[in-house]
């Protein structure tokens, strides 16, 4: 079964406010966790990480939570544009080189001007 | 797309004919994936390769092969194409010199199999 899930398939929001895209993880063992965002037709894009031993790390207008007790991980969006309209995925994997990357199974974000 | 190139973007078959993907990379990176994207089940790992000619399999490797015989090329081959291979394959790539190795995505093929 999947190990990482979006709480929410999708989410709409106006312009200007901020967004939370949420995902639940199960495999205690993960220990890399990222955020893409995927346009109609395009390949996933990286927006930010997180490594197990931090709770926050903060990008341009993006911020990744991670609280482990609870195996959560959310994903803000500050001052949402029209161009941050798109799927995210959260995904985790643990911490050596080359495995693979377990997708969660998206949550669109759709943004109204 | 991270100096990653998908070829062909787009392709129709028939069921039973052979299919091969291309990934090509201009990054040098050691690590390259096959991924598959359906509706309702996100991207999940076909097969990957860790070097020139190491590859290994992934959680939905059944019905297809790969191969790397360059560091820059990765193909994946639908010996028989069925129509439950009708499907979005994204190739990725990742350096592998570090413990938090980031996968880096391609543009994708859109593969239909009547």
């Known amino acids: 079964g999947e190990s990482v899930g979006l709480h929410l398939p999708t989410l709409s929001v106006q312009e200007g406010d901020n967004s939370i895209i949420n995902c639940a993880y199960s495999?205690?063992?993960?220990?890399?966790f990222i955020w893409y965002k995927q346009e109609s037709g395009k390949g996933p894009q990286f927006i930010i990480d997180?490594?197990?031993?931090?709770d926050k790390r903060q990008g341009q207008r993006v911020t990744v939570l991670l609280n482990k007790t609870v195996k959560h991980l959310s994903l803000q969006i500050a001052a949402t544009q029209p161009g941050d309209s798109a799927v995210y995925f959260c995904?985790?994997?643990?911490?050596?080189?080359?495995?693979?990357?377990?997708f969660g199974k998206g949550t669109t974000l759709s943004v109204s001007s | 797309d991270a100096g990653i190139t998908q070829s062909p973007r787009h392709k129709v078959t028939e069921t039973g004919t052979p299919v091969t993907l291309r990934c090509h990379q201009t990054?040098?990176?050691?690590?390259m994936y096959w991924y598959r994207q359906d509706p309702g089940h996100g991207l999940r790992l076909i097969h990957y390769?860790?070097?020139?000619?190491?590859?290994d399999k992934g959680e939905v490797s059944d019905g297809y092969s790969v191969s790397r015989s360059k560091t820059e090329d990765f193909l994946l081959t639908l010996e028989s194409a069925t129509s439950s291979q009708t499907s979005v394959y994204f190739c990725?790539?990742?350096?592998?010199?570090?413990?938090?190795?980031?996968?880096?995505f391609g543009p994708g093929t859109r593969l239909t199999v009547l």
């Open positions: 990725a790539i990742s350096h592998g010199l570090a413990r938090t190795d980031t996968q880096y």
């Open positions: 495999n205690s063992a993960s220990d890399y």
């Open positions: 997180i490594r197990s031993n931090m």
């Open positions: 995904a985790e994997k643990e911490d050596q080189a080359g495995t693979a990357l377990i």
């Open positions: 990054e040098n990176h050691r690590y």
């Open positions: 390769s860790y070097g020139v000619k190491d590859t």
